[in-house]
């Protein structure tokens, strides 16, 4: 008798655990369920597209919903948000986002992988504001690009020195923008010596971003975003690069244990 796996997220995660349960089983049953439009993409490749490095946003998807089911006999639904599971009856209670038809699925075995969201800090002004950005999906890159075009955004704030913050900094420049970098603490990339962390600012400099260190944004109002030393920047966009944190809401609702820093805790063969 075949099993029924579910898998919920798609992208990285989901997508490559459901071609190596394939190629381990060819008979179970497995569903991938994906709240997003796009089951397979290149997140690193999303700040390179809104710089326009790359042109086509066909060129980010790894893998399409029709390829990947031919190819390994998937059951996969895009717009389809798990809600809530039920690990003693072994169902999940999953939303279709284009219909809004709620319904439940049955299961064998459920895989997780949800991911990550960006952290978005308490900073008034900042929660359903239009120009105000986090760059984790293809249609947020998409929205970034669209916000230029449209809007004929000139000048753009970047909140945070990580790396998505860095690349961000770069493409904007790429387009020409004015670019003004805010990172909390003293230096870019603190996983750097402070002395490397110097050329990088060195850098971002000589290619015209301006750099705002020690300093954090407190408020954005209208075009403005006002800083915590009293500093006020004018921005057409407001980028949040702050970082992840992990999106275990499900599975902690469900009962399952958590580790450090709300992390799905497993043991050693990834098992809750």
């Known amino acids: 008798m075949s099993k029924k796996i579910l898998i919920v997220g798609g992208v990285a995660g989901g997508a490559t655990a459901a071609a190596r349960l394939r190629r381990l089983d060819e008979n179970s049953h497995i569903v991938i369920f994906e ?80 991911g990550a969201s960006p952290i978005i800090p308490p900073i008034e002004g900042v929660r359903n504001n239009p120009k105000v950005f986090t760059l984790r999906t293809v249609g947020d890159a998409e929205s970034i690009v669209n916000c230029i075009r449209q809007d004929n955004a000139q000048k753009a704030v970047v909140v945070g020195g990580g790396f998505i913050g860095l ?57 403005k975003v006002f800083l915590q030393s009293g500093r006020t920047v004018t921005a057409d966009l407001v980028v949040l690069a702050i970082g992840v944190r992990p999106e275990s809401m499900l599975a902690k609702e469900a009962g399952l244990a958590l580790g450090q820093k709300n992390t799905i805790l497993v043991n050693e063969y990834l098992q809750t």
Do not use: W
């Open 167 to 223: 690349e961000m900094a770069e493409n904007l420049k790429e387009r020409n923008l004015e670019v003004v970098l805010v990172e909390a603490t003293n230096q870019v990339q603190p996983a750097l010596d402070y002395e490397m962390a110097c050329l990088l600012h060195a850098h971002l400099q000589q290619k015209g971003v301006k750099l705002i260190l020690g300093d954090s944004v407190t408020k954005v109002e209208g075009s």
């Open 35 to 114: 709240r997003g439009e796009y089951i397979s993409f290149a997140n690193c490749g999303l700040p390179y597209y809104v710089g326009g490095t790359i042109r086509e946003k066909g060129d980010l998807l790894v893998q399409t919903v029709e390829g990947l089911s031919k190819r390994y006999n998937l059951d996969i639904r895009i717009k389809t948000e798990v809600l809530s599971i039920d690990r003693q009856n072994k169902t999940v209670q999953a939303k279709d986002l284009a219909t809004g038809t709620v319904y439940r699925e049955n299961y064998d075995y459920l895989l997780l992988s949800p």
